[in-house]
T-cell receptor
Framework: NAGVTQTPKFQVLKTGQSMTLQCAQD?????MSWYRQDPGMGLRLIHY???????DQGEVPNGYNVSRSTTEDFPLRLLSAAPSQTSVYFC??????????????FGPGTRLTVL | SQQGEEDPQALSIQEGENATMNCSYK?????LQWYRQNSGRGLVHLIL?????REKHSGRLRVTLDTSKKSSSLLITASRAADTASYFC??????????????FGQGTRLTINP
């Protein structure tokens, strides 16, 4: 199993540009989520999904969109990048079963810089 | 706001010593998890302790949970250089539309000196 994969590993954007961060998992996990990690801030939840076609907002959803058309994929879209979105982004997945507090499997992260 | 808060923010010890990190949280929980993050990598799950458990062991790791004090501790015994990493606690947050979200603390940066 590849586990959770994320692409790209690094990305530099200019303010106002849009892009999609890709996340895929091959463990048939229902629960998938996106976090951003900033120095001294821990991980903050952006959006999450409990299954195909079901998404919801986390703590810091503004400026980001998600969709979940398949169990495997959970892309994160930045519609108009801003310098405040400079961060490291992590995708995670887990078994769900009605609760999100199961062991999370993390991808390697995408380091995004917005100029 | 963060549900879990780790203490200390940074810890530096000599190889072979024990390392203790603490996590405090605000609301009632079902589970508490600990994760490790090596520099530049994603988080890796270490151990999960349920609210009805008081102590759990996994190899050199020992986790305790005190629900009355809303706190947990992670003890790493006989530390090794490879234990150098950041350690995070994570708790299940409040209910949102039937789902729960996992909330992470800010982490403890552990450095093991040879």
């Amino acid at each position: 199993n590849a586990g959770v994969t994320q692409t790209p590993k690094f990305q530099v954007l200019k303010t106002g540009q849009s892009m999609t961060l890709q996340c895929a998992q091959d463990m048939n996990h229902e629960y998938m989520s996106w976090y951003r990690q900033d120095p001294g801030m821990g991980l903050r939840l952006i959006h999450y999904s409990v299954g195909a076609g079901i998404t919801d907002q986390g703590e810091v959803p503004n400026g980001y969109n998600v969709s979940r058309s398949t169990t495997e994929d959970f892309p994160l879209r930045l519609l108009s990048a801003a310098p405040s979105q400079t961060s490291v982004y992590f995708c995670a997945s887990s078994y769900y079963g009605g609760r999100a507090d199961n062991e999370q499997f993390f991808g390697p992260g995408t380091r995004l810089t917005v100029l | 706001s963060q549900q879990g808060e780790e203490d200390p923010q940074a810890l530096s010890i000599q190889e072979g010593e024990n390392a203790t990190m603490n996590c405090s949280y605000k609301t009632s929980i079902n589970n508490l998890q600990w994760y490790r993050q090596n520099s530049g990598r994603g988080l890796v799950h270490l151990i999960l302790i349920r609210s009805n458990e008081r102590e759990k062991h996994s190899g050199r790791l020992r986790v305790t949970l005190d629900t009355s004090k809303k706190s947990s501790s992670l003890l790493i015994t006989a530390s090794r250089a490879a234990d150098t990493a950041s350690y995070f606690c994570a708790t299940d947050g409040f209910l949102i539309q039937g789902a729960q979200k996992l909330v992470f603390g800010q982490g403890t940066r552990l450095t093991i000196n040879p």
